[in-house]
């Protein structure tokens, strides 16, 4: 079972790195017991660990991703079957993205998220799935050419921000409205850089992006420019030129800056050295 309950073939519950099968598969998640309350002052015996195995999964997916180069985060539903309209779709977005020299990331698993990652392996790209401990039977889709398993979602949910430069979403349920409404947060708030967030499928989102600009903005919950943060698009290839537009402008900028930085960096060298000749001469 995915982590929707839809039926795939899986490769066994992910522990770490332990691979567990049917009745050794556990009824809770490494998440579901941590934020568990507990009794007493058991926590006190188990969280101290914990930390140290959060700890390791950031380190490990770091030291895999370090490398990882240009990259976008591809977000969508993992009950999307392959024959609708929207795997399709995933799979152009995946194909396009390899081909622009962007390495693709999802969830690892069915649907959409198999979609973009066959796209982008059949174009020759680099190809990445961040998969989750889940009670249900889901390995990583057959087409992730790099994989990282990871026990806790805060700790997933930051590879997908810290080595993306773009987020593309397509049509999904309550995990990809999460995602797509941190991502939009973290922008918001500047707690990222203002990199791109495109949804595609104007069918799909347009409800939502119609309620956002109504009674949201009309209660002033959000502001007229929170707005621009999001784009609305049909075509994979237009959804692909607004993140590489945008990743363009980025770089852009941090070369100006680095330049800008320098070029300070040499004029207060430069005062320093003529404010010493200036000493040397009074002597």
Same mark, same amino acid.
């Given at each position: 079972?995915?982590?929707?309950?839809?039926?795939?073939?899986?490769?066994?519950?992910?522990?770490?790195?332990?691979? %567990?099968?049917?009745? *050794?598969?556990?009824?809770?998640?490494? =998440? *579901?017991?941590?934020?568990s309350g507990g009794d007493g002052a058991d926590w006190l015996h188990g969280d101290p660990w914990r930390v140290m195995r959060i700890q390791s999964e950031f380190?490990?997916?770091?030291?895999a991703l370090a490398e990882l180069g240009p990259a976008v985060s591809v977000f969508g539903s993992a009950r999307t079957v392959p024959e609708h309209p929207d795997f399709a779709l995933g799979e152009e977005v995946g194909?396009?993205?390899?081909?622009? +020299?962007?390495?693709?990331?999802? +969830? +690892?698993?069915?649907?959409?998220m198999s979609a973009a990652n066959k796209g982008a392996s059949e174009a020759g790209g680099l190809s990445v799935g961040l998969g989750i401990e889940l009670p249900f039977e889901q390995g990583m889709n057959p087409w992730v050419d790099l994989g990282v398993n990871f026990r806790y979602f805060f700790a997933r949910k930051t590879m997908f921000v810290k080595y993306a430069e773009g987020f593309i979403v397509l049509p999904g349920g309550?995990?990809?409205?999460? /995602?797509?409404?941190?991502?939009?947060?973290?922008? *918001?708030?500047?707690?990222?850089? /203002?990199?791109?967030?495109?949804?595609?499928?104007?069918?799909?989102? *347009?409800?939502?992006?119609?309620? %956002?600009?109504?009674?949201?903005? =009309?209660?002033?919950?959000?502001? /007229?420019?929170?707005?621009?943060?999001?784009?609305?698009v049909d075509d994979p290839a237009e959804a692909v030129r607004i993140v590489r537009?945008?990743? =363009? /402008? %980025?770089?852009?900028a941090e070369r100006e800056a680095a330049a800008a930085a320098e070029r300070a960096q040499e004029e207060s060298e430069a005062e320093v050295a003529d404010e010493a000749d200036e000493v040397a001469g009074g002597r």
């Amino acid at each position: 079972m995915s982590d929707d309950g839809v039926p795939v073939p899986g490769s066994g519950y992910r522990k770490g790195p332990v691979l %567990l099968r049917r009745g *050794q598969i556990p009824t809770t998640t490494s =998440d *579901q017991r941590l934020l568990s309350g507990g009794d007493g002052a058991d926590w006190l015996h188990g969280d101290p660990w914990r930390v140290m195995r959060i700890q390791s999964e950031f380190v490990e997916g770091f030291g895999a991703l370090a490398e990882l180069g240009p990259a976008v985060s591809v977000f969508g539903s993992a009950r999307t079957v392959p024959e609708h309209p929207d795997f399709a779709l995933g799979e152009e977005v995946g194909r396009l993205l390899a081909d622009a +020299g962007y390495a693709v990331i999802t +969830g +690892g698993g069915p649907g959409i998220m198999s979609a973009a990652n066959k796209g982008a392996s059949e174009a020759g790209g680099l190809s990445v799935g961040l998969g989750i401990e889940l009670p249900f039977e889901q390995g990583m889709n057959p087409w992730v050419d790099l994989g990282v398993n990871f026990r806790y979602f805060f700790a997933r949910k930051t590879m997908f921000v810290k080595y993306a430069e773009g987020f593309i979403v397509l049509p999904g349920g309550f995990g990809t409205f999460d /995602e797509l409404f941190e991502a939009l947060t973290l922008v *918001q708030t500047h707690k990222v850089t /203002e990199f791109p967030i495109v949804l595609v499928g104007t069918d799909y989102w *347009q409800g939502m992006v119609d309620w %956002l600009r109504g009674p949201v903005l =009309d209660r002033g919950m959000i502001r /007229e420019a929170d707005l621009a943060l999001l784009r609305l698009v049909d075509d994979p290839a237009e959804a692909v030129r607004i993140v590489r537009d945008r990743g =363009d /402008e %980025l770089r852009a900028a941090e070369r100006e800056a680095a330049a800008a930085a320098e070029r300070a960096q040499e004029e207060s060298e430069a005062e320093v050295a003529d404010e010493a000749d200036e000493v040397a001469g009074g002597r």
